[in-house]
């Protein structure tokens, strides 16, 4: 072996045995980064409150003379705590529905700002999670959210499959005011039958916003009495058409 020769096959070794320590030093100090991180609990809930609307039930649920707090813990330790800021507090579940400004502010609140009222900064949960590269995307928190809208609709939101920790919205929770479940894709009305049902307490723009997303989905809701209160959607039978009838 001439000199070169042996120069270079020394160099190569200590540089295989510096890389080994390095790795071996980082696979132990995984864990300890990881504690680090501090992933957040798997459930939020907030309720959007419009701080004009002070003969409300909501408004009187959570304020207490002139103050704003957090519902009573549920059996599994999560409280609801009160959003007075909202862009708009009128939003309602059929307004996010569809993907637009309105479900993307909705997004955008819940990660930027309703979030960090629960001492919760994403960008920083994303950052020190990104830092820990492979680990980190095993630690990838599973977050989920529930938004409640002033007018007592509901709809929840989970992180979706990315490092950057995104929500998206969960298109089998919308819920309006009435508990009607909101279908968001043409696909879940030809999956079986939708009931609906307006009776009772609950926002009186409900029915009319739900005929226009079933417009939207192309359901035929010609044969539906403009006044009806309750009925019933999904494929007729021997047909591919959606339609609605009064149950």
């Given at each position: 072996m001439d000199m070169k020769t042996r120069v270079r096959t020394v160099a190569y070794a200590?540089?295989?045995?510096?890389?080994?320590s390095t790795a071996a030093v980082n696979n132990l100090?995984?864990?300890y980064r990881a504690e680090r991180v501090r992933?957040?609990?798997?459930?939020?809930?907030?309720?959007?409150?419009?701080?004009?609307?002070?003969?409300?039930?909501?408004?009187?649920?959570?304020c207490d003379k002139g103050e704003f707090h957090p519902q009573e813990a549920d059996?599994?330790?999560?409280?609801?705590?009160?959003?007075?800021?909202?862009?708009?507090?009128?939003?309602?579940?059929?307004d996010v529905v569809p993907r637009?400004?309105?479900?993307?502010?909705?997004?955008d609140a819940v990660r930027y700002n309703m979030l960090r009222r629960a001492n919760v900064d994403m960008d920083s949960v994303a950052g020190g999670l990104s830092r820990l590269g492979l680990l980190g995307r095993?630690?990838?928190?599973?977050?989920?959210?529930?938004?409640?809208?002033?007018d007592g609709g509901h709809v929840a939101l989970?992180?979706?499959?990315?490092?950057?920790?995104?929500?998206?919205?969960?298109?089998?929770?919308a819920r309006d005011s009435h508990g009607?479940?909101?279908?968001?894709?043409?696909?879940?009305?030809?999956?079986?039958?939708?009931?609906?049902?307006?009776?009772?307490p609950g926002n009186p723009r409900d029915a009319g916003h739900l005929r226009d997303q079933l417009r939207f989905l192309g359901v035929d809701i010609d044969r539906l009495p403009p006044d009806a209160a309750g009925y019933t959607c999904g494929v007729i039978s021997g047909a591919d058409t959606l339609s609605c009838g009064v149950h």
């Open positions: 200590v540089f295989m045995t510096a890389f080994s100090d995984a864990p992933l957040p609990r798997t459930r939020y809930e907030f309720q959007i409150i419009d701080p004009a609307d002070t003969g409300s039930a909501i408004y009187r649920r959570f059996t599994a330790g999560v409280h609801v705590l009160p959003i007075t800021d909202y862009p708009n507090p009128a939003t309602t579940v059929y637009g400004r309105a479900r993307s502010q909705l997004l095993i630690l990838q928190p599973s977050i989920n959210v529930v938004v409640y809208f002033a989970a992180l979706g499959n990315t490092t950057a920790l995104v929500f998206e919205l969960d298109e089998t929770s009607n479940t909101v279908p968001v894709l043409r696909e879940q009305i030809a999956t079986g039958k939708w009931t609906f049902d307006f009776h009772g």
